[in-house]
């Protein structure tokens, strides 16, 4: 190699490395401050919601936790006021618009305005869509697009009104791709996605900034309480090892981080997880291949019948198979993240 061409080449080096370093100074001083900031998470009681929630009270936040359950509530309470945290727990079904508007006009009485908003609640069904009805449908788009607009729309006057805010819709590589046996769940965070992305486009003005995460597998120890239909113990016990093995999922800290570091940041989306990574690239090169994939996949997956439409918990589905070695990682996030 010619010593001008080193000389190229250590100058691009050392461009590349002045960029970057300019970038880490930009990020860091354009970063978010959490610290002190009322934050709202739906579904905080547990799993990710809860997760979340422990890493904000670290850096100061001002957490109110909604969810549906009020001794879920209560234990979350208890752990991070115990811990130091400024903590508030509202008892409230985000399907429910009145239930959400009462929720924030109590949150806006006694903690004051909202400053970050984080739309998490979430519920999932497993099984062949033969074996889905039109509940399974309705629930997750409840949840997952209407819940996250009513909370949206509660939340914004008093955002625009102060001309600052954050939102973060917590949907999954499930809206991105189609996921056999998961197709309420996955039809709903597509509408969420959709939501969050036109979102962001229309409140930048305000400098509100929407961040959507795309989370892949996680284990927060929330398998126990999905909805399994068909063959549900098959079901089941596929679905926990997948959401245990350290080649498919991540743990639901380093999740949480990824996502909470793109909110600090106004970023527009995250996807968390190597496999949700590839799987959305291949998907944006082909959706065609990507669903050809999918399609073999589904001829190994539990077919239909064992207890066909009627619906058990993820919890009334354990076998030898889903208690064993192999769903550990599980079992333990659902004792640490209020899941039992």
């Keep these: 190699?010619?010593?001008n061409d080193k000389d190229k080449l250590w100058w691009l080096a050392a461009g590349a490395g002045a960029l970057l370093a300019a970038r880490t100074v930009y990020r860091s001083l354009t970063a978010y401050d959490f610290s002190g900031k009322t934050i709202l998470i739906t579904g905080g009681s547990r799993g990710l919601g809860l997760v979340m929630a422990r890493q904000l009270a670290k850096e100061g936040a001002r957490l109110v936790l909604c969810a549906r359950d009020?001794?879920?509530?209560e234990d979350a309470r208890m752990e991070l006021a115990g811990k130091g945290a400024d903590v508030l727990v509202q008892k409230c079904d985000v399907t429910s618009e009145q239930q959400v508007n009462d929720m924030i006009t109590n949150v806006l009485n006694e903690y004051g305005p909202i400053n970050v908003l984080i739309n998490n609640a979430g519920i999932i069904s497993a099984g062949p869509v033969a074996e889905m009805t039109i509940q399974e449908f309705e629930e997750a788009m409840n949840t997952h697009f209407w819940g996250p607009l009513y909370t949206t729309l509660a939340?914004?006057?008093?955002m625009r009104a102060r001309g600052e805010g954050r939102i973060l819709n917590i949907s999954s590589i499930g809206g991105k791709i189609?996921?056999?046996h998961l197709v309420p769940y996955s039809a709903s965070k597509f509408a969420l996605v959709g939501l969050s992305?036109?979102?962001r486009a229309e409140l930048k003005k305000y400098n509100i900034l929407v961040t959507t995460a795309n989370p892949g597998l996680m284990r927060t120890g929330s398998p126990r309480h999905a909805v399994v239909k068909g063959h549900h113990k098959e079901e089941y016990a596929l679905f926990k090892i997948m959401d245990s093995s350290p080649l498919t999922s991540i743990s639901a800290e380093a999740s949480a981080k990824q996502i909470l570091d793109a909110l600090r940041h106004g970023e527009a989306e995250v996807t968390t997880t190597m496999p949700a990574k590839f799987g959305e690239l291949l998907h944006g090169i082909s959706p065609s291949l990507m669903t050809g994939i999918f399609s073999l996949v589904n001829r190994v997956l539990p077919g239909e019948g064992g207890i066909?439409?009627?619906?058990?918990k993820g919890y009334e589905s354990e076998s030898p198979l889903s208690r064993s070695s192999l769903t550990e990682?599980?079992?333990k996030a659902a004792m640490r993240n209020n899941e039992l």
């Design 329 to 331: 990682s599980t079992d």
């Design 70 to 73: 009020e001794r879920e509530l």
């Design 1 to 3: 190699m010619k010593a």
């Design 308 to 312: 066909g439409k009627q619906r058990a």
């Design 197 to 199: 992305e036109g979102l």
């Design 178 to 180: 189609s996921v056999p």
């Design 155 to 158: 939340v914004l006057p008093s």
